[in-house]
T-cell receptor, first 112, second 116 residues
Framework: GNSVTQMEGPVTLSEEAFLTINCTYTATGYPSLFWYVQYPGEGLQLLLKATKADDKGSNKGFEATYRKETTSFHLEKGSVQVSDSAVYFC???????????FGQGTRLTINP | KAGVTQTPRYLIKTRGQQVTLSCSPISGHRSVSWYQQTPGQGLQFLFEYFSETQRNKGNFPGRFSGRQFSNSRSEMNVSTLELGDSALYLC???????????????FGPGTRLLVL
């Protein structure tokens, strides 16, 4: 079946630290991959995406590379800020269906 | 361009009642998907509508239903509410033309439903 596994949280870092949130997936076919972010009391915001192998998505200093050989899409940021505190979701879009499959989410807290 | 809007934002109901939630997609988007978010089960797909037709459905009981209108606005209905239906209900829209599965979904702020 189709599934997404994310790094267990919560993750707590100091400002300006390096961030990695691991994400691996299982899918039939060739899914598109996404990272969404959710701030308290809000819906999901698209952070970045990649639609094929070796694509790199990037936005607001965050990056993730679609690795087909390791079925991974790890999220990275070189220097985090307090404003990056949120819950991050890795997701895949099933080929042939407008259906997102989400990981369990990783809560990130950045301390000043 | 305005984003996805959902009404109401908050709702309190009692067991056995029914509820209708509304979603207006981004202008020009014809696909609307619904998701349920709970602390225990995370984010789960309910169903997707395109051109007024349900195109995909998740594993939820028949108490959960939806529809889409000719202007692409969508509603979802939950009948005979149970305590476990308390959740954040998220709507997402996408261009998603004839072939599904390649279009980015953009989410609304959600409707928080509390069932007492």
């Amino acid at each position: 079946g189709n599934s997404v596994t994310q790094m267990e949280g919560p993750v707590t870092l100091s400002e300006e630290a390096f961030l990695t949130i691991n994400c691996t997936y299982t899918a039939t076919g060739y899914p598109s991959l996404f990272w969404y972010v959710q701030y308290p009391g809000e819906g999901l915001q698209l952070l970045l995406k990649a639609t094929k192998a070796d694509d790199k998505g990037s936005n607001k200093g965050f990056e993730a590379t679609y690795r087909k050989e390791t079925t991974s899409f790890h999220l990275e940021k070189g220097s985090v800020q307090v404003s990056d505190s949120a819950v991050y979701f890795c997701a895949l879009l099933i080929q042939g269906a407008q259906k997102l499959v989400f990981g369990q989410g990783t809560r990130l807290t950045i301390n000043p | 361009k305005a984003g996805v809007t959902q009404t109401p934002r908050y709702l309190i109901k009692t067991r056995g009642q029914q509820v209708t939630l509304s979603c207006s997609p981004i202008s020009g988007h014809r696909s609307v998907s619904w998701y349920q978010q709970t602390p225990g089960q995370g984010l789960q797909f309910l169903f997707e509508y395109f051109s007024e037709t349900q195109r995909n459905k998740g594993n939820f009981p028949g108490r959960f239903s939806g529809r889409q209108f000719s202007n692409s606005r969508s509603e979802m209905n939950v009948s005979t509410l149970e305590l476990g239906d308390s959740a954040l209900y998220l709507c997402a829209s996408s261009l998603a033309e004839v072939v599904a599965g390649r279009e980015t979904q953009y989410f609304g702020p959600g409707t928080r439903l509390l069932v007492l």
